[in-house]
């Protein structure tokens, strides 16, 4: 496996969530509309905003896990059980492979 181009990918997602988690706390954060209506429509978009920023948030730290083991040297191996997982798998699921259990009952269990 292309450890160098697998980071590459992590890398480049990273920041690709990160300028977006950015967007979400900047408009998060604008100025609330003083009119009642208005301020029941901004607080629906706030939570699905809320909902975006919080998947982002928890795949920015599979990223941050997925570049630690590729650091470590463990990256593509099974965290379970340390068994190869193939490339193809390992690009489909990117971000994926900090897997815990949950990589090896899904994919070699
Ligand atoms: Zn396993």
Redesign the pocket.
Known sequence: MDMKLQEKILRDRWHELTARLRKIDTDLGRTKATDDDDRAIENENDEVLEGLGQAGEDELRAIDAALERIARGTYGT?A??G?AISEGTVRARASRTAGDGE??RWF??
């Open positions: 099974c379970r059980c068994a990589w090896h070699h269990a």
